[in-house]
């Protein structure tokens, strides 16, 4: 069973900025796909950012310019900078892993606990 554990997560006033990260056991990171996604109440989980094994990052429209996803295949983790905070980027954060590049689609296999992340002034 793979675990993830995010953190970073908290409070911020717009345009504010936080940085999400997420630890991945180190005998599956190095072979998988992961991806960021977020769900605020009474929406459906919707992918904010995904990355390839070569580095390469997608993104949703509504975070472009403003999130960046990153790796660290030495420590096994995976990060969101968030910069620009705007109040609907407030929900829930989770990380997701799998064998299958789902890219921004919600069909990972392994999932995080979540953290929240909550932009208001």
């Known amino acids: 069973q793979v675990q993830l554990v995010e953190s970073g997560g908290g409070s911020v006033q717009p345009g504010g900025s936080l940085r999400l990260s997420c630890e991945a056991p180190g005998d599956t990171y190095s072979n998988a796909y992961m991806g960021w996604f977020r769900q605020a109440p009474g929406k459906e989980r919707e992918g904010v950012a995904a990355?390839?094994?070569?580095?390469?990052?997608s993104y949703a429209d509504s975070v472009k310019g403003r999130f960046t996803i990153s790796q660290d295949k030495g420590k096994n983790t995976l990060y969101l900078q968030m910069n620009s905070l705007k109040p609907v980027d407030t929900a829930m954060y989770y990380c997701?892993?799998?064998?299958?590049?789902?890219?921004?689609?919600?069909?990972?296999?392994?999932w995080g606990q979540g953290t929240q992340v909550t932009v208001s002034s």
């Open positions: 990355i390839d094994w070569d580095g390469n990052g």
């Open positions: 997701a892993e799998d064998r299958v590049q789902w890219w921004l689609l919600p069909e990972y296999k392994y």
